[in-house]
């Protein structure tokens, strides 16, 4: 493919990314399709699942009167031929092809060139795009690649597209079915609430719309014309700081910011859409979009680089837009927090009473903002990548954190039946508090202790009051991940000392700083391609001993009251990486003895999450005393899945044969060697799951608190015959549908059938 026309298709996708529903993405693509293939006719097919059809949606050249009512059953015609057999089809003559039918409202019989590409998502024919030509024609390679390729990526903009429209439906009439749309679990529980919006600072795109009053228009203008100045001193103040450092030519750049910053198209613009109501964020935003599409859209290259520049010089103008109007929220009742990639700070703009829960188009469960939630016990969905941010401020939305799915303006209906599951939710739990301070034990007798996962000293009250036996996992990234810079030796030590002393005497389990992958610290980035297969964990401790010593010196003199210390390390992959925590570890201590201080060496364990470990088990079984399965991390990298990635989230599941069977060899060389193993990722805090790491001997379960109450109900109803029984059928079946019906009988023979609804959904 020629660069031009990489150009015209990178060009035409942008395009269509920014359509505003269906019908607009529709004729964009038609039309321009049109323009640069040369085409008599270029149409889009869509498959209706109704009635199992092909429909004419749209079209640059045939009758437009059929749009809607020219029809294919999937057995007739060269359009369904594409879609049947999901490959391209390019053909000189079509009137002389089998499957050739003609249509008499389109004229069919004035087309003879034919080439037809699939408009394929994830494994589904969703319809045709084709190209006609009046003459004999059979497409060059450049064509048919051409219409592949933009096929290929038109059906992701095609379906962000579709729900722009429903959802402006949906906005516009009352009497619209609720929209749905679907993410990733950050936090499970479901909430419902009016949606807050926020936005990082000099974001142009996650700025939402506000309507002012008719009396806020001028105080409007007037800020927007402050930021105009300022923006404008900034720049001069730039060039006279760069005078002795560049030439006169490049001094000119600014002056002719300066410009583009003073043009009637952008100021006037601006101002007529503040005077048309919308606050002057929302106003500008617009205006700068419509700037940069004309700009992208010039054949010019140096033309089209200079959409850049308007961004920025956007940007510049929202940042001290955002100076002068900045205001904390005024909240009085339960809201949805909404953002595109939420911080902690904004996390804590909003009063914990009137937090119902969280929504963000970035992230994953695994972010600090659904650990945050997930602690707090904060419903969460993450990663809605198709969610118009800044059009659903004031919205009644539905956070459906089991499922990972979002309502939003939902009918009474749906509204009623999400009531009616926060009340059974509510009257569950109320019925599981009897069971807080009866013990984690099989109906035959064996005791599995319970452990909470948590990083939050907030946490530690609601932990204790569930009955939990100690902290399996403390996530001492958490403390890192809310400061400014890397927290001082005493710092640390006190945060380690309070929930030391809070749960002693039981046992807590410290995880070193565990950074990477999408645990990114504000002040040291990791920028990488691969972050999961990156510099994150114990890689980026041992390259800087320096903070790895700093904590550690601060874990252990927080030890010297209690002595329930336990120190475990995170994401090894090899022997060598324990050999040089353990020396490092050893360092800590001997300087802590050095100093006069006698705190005791803690029990040292591994966290087991990447396949490497668990063939290493032997040998890491001498070094260590203890084992903490994380399944979430194990099993992404047993499966070569992203969980995160919604491309391919549905084919994570912690139930995977592969899986269970790691897990059972995990379990039988620790405890060949005689140390106990521990599970602490969401497969501990899953009912049924627990049952079955139960029945393959695991020692103790570690959850968040939220989940501690069911799992205990699980383990108190089964012997551990059954679940060994239970685990012993589970490791002969092949698949993970089989496994999770299996597992699902269980608890309802045994009269759990309450759990199986929040056991059901895959995380």
């Given at each position: 493919m020629t660069h031009k026309i990489f150009e015209t298709l990178k060009s035409l996708i942008q395009d269509v990314n920014e359509a505003c529903d269906l019908k607009q993405a529709l004729n964009i693509i038609v039309t321009r399709t049109r323009q640069v293939m040369h085409a008599d006719a270029v149409s889009v097919y869509f498959r209706d699942n109704n009635t199992d059809q092909l429909v004419l949606m749209a079209t640059d050249g045939l009758n437009p009167e059929a749009i809607g009512k020219i029809r294919f059953d999937l057995d007739q015609g060269l359009v369904s031929l594409v879609l049947t057999q999901t490959e391209p089809l390019n053909i000189k003559n079509a009137h002389a092809h089998p499957n050739y039918r003609y249509v008499t409202e389109t004229d069919e019989l004035a087309f003879h060139g034919f080439l037809g590409a699939p408009i394929i998502q994830h494994r589904h024919a969703l319809g045709v795009l084709v190209v006609r030509q009046t003459r004999q024609r059979r497409f060059s390679a450049d064509d048919e690649t051409f219409l592949v390729t933009l096929a290929a990526q038109l059906a992701g903009a095609i379906s962000h597209a579709e729900k722009m429209g429903e959802l402006t439906k949906l906005l516009t009439d009352a009497n619209h079915d609720s929209f749905i749309l679907k993410g990733l679990s950050g936090s499970p529980g479901i909430a419902i609430g009016e949606a807050v919006i926020v936005f990082p600072p000099a974001n142009l795109e996650a700025v939402p719309d506000n309507v002012i009053a008719e009396d806020e228009i001028e105080d409007h203008i007037r800020a927007f014309n402050h930021a105009l100045d300022d923006v404008e001193n900034e720049f001069k103040e730039l060039s006279r700081r760069l005078q002795d450092s560049l030439s006169r030519e490049e001094l000119a750049l600014f002056d002719a910011f300066c410009l583009m910053l003073r043009s009637d198209t952008l100021v006037d613009?601006?101002?007529?859409?503040?005077?048309?109501?919308?606050?002057?964020?929302?106003?500008?935003?617009?205006?700068?979009?419509?700037?940069?599409?004309?700009?992208?859209?010039?054949?010019?290259?140096?033309?089209?680089?200079?959409?850049?520049?308007?961004?920025?010089?956007?940007?510049?103008?929202?940042?001290?837009?955002?100076?002068?109007?900045?205001?904390?929220?005024?909240?009085?009742?339960?809201?949805i927090l909404v953002g595109e990639e939420l911080s902690v700070s904004q996390f804590a703009e909003v009063p914990l009473q009137y937090l119902a829960g969280i929504i963000s188009t970035q992230g994953s469960a695994s972010s600090h903002i659904a650990i945050l939630s997930h602690a707090l016990g904060i419903p969460a969905v993450m990663g809605i990548e198709d969610l118009p941010v800044n059009r659903l401020k004031g919205q009644r939305i539905v956070v459906d954190g089991y499922r990972g799915q979002i309502y939003v303006k939902p009918t009474t209906a749906v509204l009623n039946e999400f009531k009616r599951l926060i009340k059974k939710d509510e009257l569950l739990d109320n019925a599981l508090k009897q069971l807080i301070d009866k013990a984690s034990v099989t109906l035959d007798g064996v005791h599995i202790p319970l452990h909470v996962n948590t990083g939050l000293l907030a946490d530690i009250s609601p932990s204790l009051q569930s009955g939990a036996e100690g902290v399996g996992l403390y996530r001492t990234e958490i403390p890192f991940l809310i400061r400014d810079g890397f927290p001082g030796e005493e710092e640390q030590a006190h945060i380690y000392q309070q929930v030391l002393q809070?749960?002693?005497?039981?046992?807590?389990?410290?995880?070193?700083?565990?950074?990477?992958?999408?645990?990114?610290?504000?002040?040291?980035?990791?920028?990488?391609?691969?972050?999961?297969?990156?510099?994150?964990?114990?890689?980026?401790?041992?390259?800087?001993?320096?903070?790895?010593?700093?904590q550690i010196r601060a874990i252990l003199k927080s030890n010297i009251y209690g002595n329930n210390l336990r120190l475990m390390l995170p994401m090894i992959s090899d022997v060598s990486e324990v050999d040089e925590s353990l020396k490092l570890i050893h360092k800590a201590h001997r300087e802590l003895i050095a100093e006069g201080m006698a705190v005791p060496f803690p029990l040292i364990g591994l966290m087991i999450e990447v396949p490497s470990a668990i063939f290493q088990m032997h040998a890491l079984a001498k070094r260590v005393d203890f084992f903490s399965i994380g399944s979430n991390d194990l099993t992404q990298y047993l499966l070569a899945v992203d969980r995160n990635n919604r491309q391919v989230a549905g084919l994570y599941n912690c139930l995977h044969p592969s899986v269970l069977h790691s897990i059972?060899?995990?379990?039988?060389?620790?405890?060949?060697?005689?140390?106990?193993?521990?599970?602490?990722?969401?497969?501990?805090?899953?009912?049924?799951?627990?049952?079955?790491l139960a029945g393959?001997?695991?020692?103790?379960?570690?959850?968040s608190v939220g989940s501690l109450l069911k799992v205990k109900w699980a383990i108190r109803s089964f012997t551990l015959k059954q679940t060994s029984e239970l685990a012993e059928k589970a490791l002969t079946m092949e698949n993970v549908t089989d496994i999770r019906a299996l597992v699902n009988q269980?608890?309802?023979?045994?009269?759990?059938?309450?759990?199986?609804?929040?056991?059901?959904?895959?995380?």
């Open positions: 613009t601006v101002i007529d859409r503040i005077k048309s109501g919308q606050w002057a964020q929302g106003a500008l935003r617009e205006t700068i979009s419509e700037h940069v599409k004309q700009f992208n859209a010039m054949d010019d290259a140096y033309l089209r680089e200079r959409a850049a520049d308007i961004k920025d010089l956007g940007r510049r103008i929202l940042m001290h837009l955002q100076a002068q109007q900045s205001k904390p929220l005024d909240i009085t009742a339960p809201v809070s749960f002693a005497p039981r046992p807590v389990t410290f995880r070193t700083l565990d950074i990477g992958g999408d645990k990114a610290l504000p002040y040291f980035p990791v920028i990488e391609a691969n972050p999961f297969l990156g510099w994150r964990g114990i890689r980026i401790m041992l390259d800087h001993p320096e903070i790895f010593l700093t059972h060899h995990i379990i039988s060389i620790a405890h060949q060697h005689n140390k106990p193993v521990s599970a602490c990722g969401e497969m501990a805090g899953d009912p049924a799951s627990a049952l079955l393959m001997g695991i020692d103790t379960l570690s959850m269980a608890l309802d023979n045994a009269g759990l059938s309450e759990l199986i609804r929040v056991d059901s959904i895959e995380p």
